[in-house]
């Protein structure tokens, strides 16, 4: 089954704008080509851009993917305003042969949290991922693993 993340960005417009749409910008990489109708927006007010991306597949471990998205006017073609970018980090694929996690007491999902947050910066994007994934499907060996990787094992406050 295919993994859909939705990207909304909230913009902000002085002068408004009509005749628009949100595109990727990228250059290479899995959502070149996309673009989603945006509305026409009044001046003095704010927006809710959306995109929903498919979640590339990755091999083996987690992947980081980032793109580049823009407001691009449909005549002209020229983009207008900032660049929006999202970022993510995938799971790494599970194997088979792990066994499920039991379920997580409220005083070691907290030690996790806590050894998440003391993480460095370069890192806790990846591990929050991981967690909300943890979070999500109830298994917690990912993040298990990636905390132990980066020298916190948890694994005997499991049972």
């Given at each position: 089954?295919?993994?859909k993340i939705r990207k909304t960005w909230q913009v ?41 991306l498919t979640v590339p597949k990755g091999e083996g ?21 900032d660049d929006l970018w999202v970022r993510f980090t ?70």
């Amino acid at each position: 089954m295919e993994k859909k993340i939705r990207k909304t960005w909230q913009v902000c417009t002085k002068t408004g704008w009509s005749g628009l749409t949100l595109r990727c910008l990228d250059v290479d990489g899995p959502y070149v080509g996309l673009s989603e109708a945006v509305p026409n927006v009044p001046g003095r007010s704010r927006a809710d851009l959306s995109v929903t991306l498919t979640v590339p597949k990755g091999e083996g471990g987690s992947q980081s993917i980032q793109s580049k998205w823009g407001l691009v006017n449909t005549k002209t073609g020229k983009q207008i305003g900032d660049d929006l970018w999202v970022r993510f980090t995938t799971a790494p694929k599970a194997t088979p042969a792990t066994p499920a996690t039991p379920a997580t007491p409220a005083s070691f999902l907290n030690e996790i949290i806590l050894a998440v947050s003391n993480m460095p910066d370069d890192k806790k994007g990846e591990l929050s991922n991981l967690l909300h994934e943890a979070l999500t499907t109830d298994n917690y060996t990912p993040i298990l693993t990636a905390l132990k990787t980066n020298g916190v094992d948890l694994t005997s406050l499991k049972n």
